[in-house]
T-cell receptor, first 113, second 112 residues
């Protein structure tokens, strides 16, 4: 089955700096890659996703890049703010009936004011 | 629009008991998936229901079961609870085409 690895496990940045979280996946049939933000006491919230026919997608301060050949994808957050502090999860899915998400182990991002 | 609603938010059960968790998806969503979240194993897929049929199943023992009703609401049942079943159980709904999952806030189950 699919194996998703995520790095780093913790990340601290100064407010206003950029943060980058990286994930790799093993199943070449995976074609959907969402990123989730989970705050304390809440469920994961979808913040951005990308399909394998696209190399990059941007939504305001958040961007995701995908390299299908290398089987890795990354989340980029620019101009970080204290409210960006949370645990971020990457995931991969095949979207072919076996629609379950395989999650990375999470990155705890702390934005220091 | 209303999000995914999970009830109850917290549960404490004794080993050997059984428990039923409920999930109401976003209106119009026909797919409901369940995930278990623990500090040690992370987020793991339990099963997915689509139009009242189990479409996909993860690698969990048969003590974990679920069902979906005609209004897309779903329930998850765990029988003969073990201490290791203590976890946050998350429900996610989608339209069923494999993306756009929206998660609920989860049910925190503690087995003592």
């Amino acid at each position: 089955g699919e194996n998703v690895e995520q790095h780093p496990s913790t990340l601290s940045v100064q407010e206003g700096d950029s943060a980058v979280i990286k994930c790799t996946y093993s199943d070449s049939a995976s074609n959907y890659f969402p990123w989730y933000k989970q705050e304390l006491g809440k469920g994961p919230q979808l913040i951005i996703d990308i399909r394998s026919n696209v190399g990059e997608k941007k939504d305001q301060r958040i961007a995701v890049t995908l390299n299908k050949t290398a089987k890795h994808f990354s989340l980029h957050i620019t101009e970080t703010q204290p409210e960006d502090s949370a645990v971020y999860f990457c995931a991969a899915s095949r979207r072919d009936g076996a629609n379950n998400l395989f999650f990375g182990t999470g990155t705890r991002l702390t934005v220091i004011p | 629009k209303a999000g995914v609603t999970q009830t109850p938010r917290y549960l404490i059960k004794t080993r050997g008991q059984q428990v039923t968790l409920s999930c109401s998806p976003i209106s119009g969503h026909r797919s409901v998936s369940w995930y278990q979240q623990t500090p040690g194993q992370g987020l793991q897929f339990l099963f997915e229901y689509f139009s009242e049929t189990q479409r996909n199943k993860g690698n969990f023992p048969g003590r974990f079961s679920g069902r979906q009703f005609s209004n897309s609401r779903s329930e998850m049942n765990v029988s003969t609870l073990e201490l290791g079943d203590s976890a946050l159980y998350l429900c996610a709904s989608s339209q069923g085409d494999g993306d756009g999952y929206t998660f609920g806030s989860g049910t925190r189950l503690t087995v003592v």
